[in-house]
């Protein structure tokens, strides 16, 4: 397993922006695949998006596609969310993982997971 260390939430106001930021160590981590997911409060967790693990395919749910953007530096070992056009509807924990072989939204895919990082966008 890798190591993963999820910061950059906090509060922001509707419209507004956030970087969130993923750190792993351990396992090589650009071996494989990596994805945000969220929970919201009383809602199961869901997926955000993934990469591929060279950067070259990334996937998005509909509800964030053209709003949020993941990447990805293997040199430095961490997977960035950059979230734009913040709406009260993306306000959740969101989490980092990685280990899976692909870029899926099945969560069942990775086997590391980040603490997780709680989003607040008031309206």
């Known amino acids: 397993q890798v190591q993963l260390v999820v910061s950059g939430g906090g509060l922001v106001q509707t419209g507004g922006s956030l970087r969130l930021s993923c750190a792993a160590s351990?396992?090589?981590?650009?071996?494989?695949?990596t994805g945000w997911f969220r929970q919201a409060p009383g809602k199961e967790r869901e997926f955000v998006a993934t990469?591929?693990?060279?950067?070259?395919?990334?996937y998005y749910a509909d509800s964030v596609k053209g709003r949020f953007t993941i990447s990805r530096d293997n040199a430095k070992n961490t997977v960035c969310l950059q979230m734009n056009s913040l709406k009260p509807e993306d306000t959740a924990v969101y989490y980092c993982?990685?280990?899976?072989?692909?870029?899926?939204?099945?969560?069942?895919?990775?086997?590391?997971w980040g603490q997780g990082t709680q989003v607040t966008v008031s309206s």
């Open positions: 351990g396992r090589t981590f650009s071996n494989y695949a």
């Open positions: 993982a990685s280990g899976s072989y692909g870029t899926t939204r099945y969560q069942g895919s990775y086997d590391s």
């Open positions: 990469i591929s693990w060279s950067g070259t395919n990334t």
